[in-house]
Nanobody, 115 residues
């Protein structure tokens, strides 16, 4: 069984920064892709950023230049450094990993950006 545990969410003022972490544990084999997604109230879940095992990254246009995704393969952990946060970044942020062609999701962590 695979477990993903996110941390680092919270309340921050607009313009501030937060760093999210997501640690994977359990029966994990070769993790190919790791990523962050978010779901704002009343909206569909959307991709924020992904990173492959080789370090290639992909970002949503709305976060480019403000967010940075990184991973520590030895720790099976993915990070999301968020800067210049805006009220529209308020959402539940969830991580997802792909391992052996299976996808696993964390329960999410709430990020609230006040204006």
């Amino acid at each position: 069984q695979v477990q993903l545990v996110e941390s680092g969410g919270g309340l921050v003022q607009a313009g501030g920064s937060l760093r999210l972490s997501c640690a994977a544990s359990g029966m994990i084999f070769s993790i190919t892709s790791m990523g962050w997604y978010r779901q704002a109230p009343g909206k569909q879940r959307e991709l924020v950023a992904t990173i492959t095992s080789g370090g290639s990254t992909n970002y949503a246009d709305s976060v480019k230049g403000r967010f940075t995704i990184s991973r520590d393969n030895a720790k099976n952990t993915v990070y999301l450094q968020m800067s210049s946060l805006k009220p529209e970044d308020t959402a539940i942020y969830s991580c997802k990993i792909t391992s052996n062609s299976l996808q696993y999701w964390g329960k999410g962590t709430l990020v609230t950006v006040s204006s």
